[in-house]
């Protein structure tokens, strides 16, 4: 086994720990005050496989959900002899802070085996607003009220999960620097 795979998980797993509390507490489109300008566009996302861990968790606990999830994923992708092919992502199916579904998952090349709570799956082709959102995850709220915002003046209704999917690392990035593109499947 490559032995600069620890490194990047050790960095990859930085990423996860140091935004997903943040990430997570975005997720709802709430927030104060008005909305800052967001460029927001209708996108096509292509279908892709992925490795995922789907968790149930208080918001107040999805750092350590996302923590463990993260790490077990990455373990698989190791014990596999693979690398992710791409960004990751967050799924959110709701938004109880009591019970929040969240599903958190790295893109791969092709269908891989899962193991315990790792599973495979396909992210399906998805049309959707889109826009990215530029600084610390704590301040991604107003880019989804943006969206939404966005999605109701073109008449297009949105189907209640969201996406992340979180464009750079973060222990090499500054917070301000982050980017983070922001998607709503539409119906």
Known sequence: MDRSLPVIVAALAAFWIAGCKSAGQGADGGGGGSAPAYECKMMERPACNALVVRKRTPRMELEDAVGKAFGAIMQRLMVLGEMPAGPPFAVYYNNDENDLDVEFGFPVSR???GAG?????ELPPMRGASCVFTGHYSGIAP????????AARNGHKTKG???EFY????????????????????E
């Open 111 to 113: 269908k891989l085996k």
């Open 117 to 121: 709570e790792v599973k495979p799956a």
């Open 143 to 150: 880019a989804y009220a943006s969206l939404k915002d966005w």
């Open 161 to 163: 999960m969201s996406f």
């Open 167 to 186: 464009q750079n690392d973060p222990a090499k990035t500054k917070p301000e620097e982050l980017k983070t593109i922001v998607f709503l499947p539409l």
